[in-house]
């Protein structure tokens, strides 16, 4: 098992562009998240979803969109770019009730200037 | 609401020395309490969790944490701490629709 994979690794945008973030899980997890991490903010929640065709919002969801089409993939799209936005993104999925807790990808690192 | 509260940002200990990581939660329901790790520049790894039974949940790399219902706490404890220790630790309570409410991580700083 690959468990959660996300690309890229590291991105530099501009201002104004837009991106995907992907994130994938070959565990077949209802449950997958999207998180960003900053210094000193521990991780906010920016959407969610609990199984294929249902997202909902978290904490910071403004200024991204998300899809989930299929059970394995949850892409994170960016609208527009703004330096807000520099951060690091973690997409994690898990098994709904089971209490294994969610297994997290290795991070995406984002630099918008 | 539920929530966690970490109370220190920061645990400066000496190697070799215990440390202890305190978390305390709220919550109006059964809880599933964890405990991650995040090592620099990595993503982050669950150390243990709780969930029923015994209050007293052995991890991995050596941690251990405790259940205590009566004071709502999730302490994270090592008896003997190694440089390799050096990390961030989370603590974690499964919320409503599954989420995972997070504390805001304190920082293990290994002194030699």
């Known amino acids: 098992n690959a468990g959660v994979t996300q690309t890229p690794k590291f991105q530099v945008l501009k201002t104004g562009q837009s991106m995907t973030l992907q994130c994938a899980q070959d565990?077949?997890?209802?449950?997958m998240s999207w998180y960003r991490q900053d210094p000193g903010m521990g991780l906010r929640l920016i959407h969610y979803?609990?199984?294929?065709?249902?997202?909902d919002q978290g904490e910071v969801p403004n200024g991204y969109n998300v899809s989930r089409s299929t059970t394995e993939d949850f892409p994170l799209r960016l609208l527009s770019a703004a330096p807000s936005q520099t951060s690091v993104y973690f997409c994690?999925?898990?098994?709904?009730?089971?209490?294994?807790?969610?297994?997290f990808g290795p991070g995406t690192r984002l630099l918008v200037l | 609401a539920q929530s966690v509260t970490q109370l220190d940002s920061q645990v400066p200990v000496f190697e070799e020395a215990p440390v202890e990581l305190r978390c305390n939660y709220s919550s109006s329901v059964s809880v599933y309490l964890f405990w991650y790790v995040q090592y620099p520049n990595q993503g982050l790894q669950l150390l243990l969790k709780y969930l029923s039974g015994s209050t007293l949940v052995k991890g991995i790399n050596g941690f251990e944490a405790e259940f205590n219902k009566s004071q709502t706490s999730f302490h994270l404890r090592k008896p003997s701490v190694h440089i390799s220790d050096t990390a961030e630790y989370f603590c974690?309570?499964?919320?409503?629709?599954?989420?995972?409410?997070w504390g805001a991580g304190t920082k293990l700083i290994i002194k030699p």
């Open positions: 979803s609990v199984g294929a065709g249902i997202t």
């Open positions: 994690a999925s898990s098994a709904p009730g089971t209490g294994q807790g969610q297994y």
């Open positions: 565990m077949n997890h209802e449950y």
């Open positions: 974690a309570v499964e919320g409503s629709n599954y989420q995972l409410i």
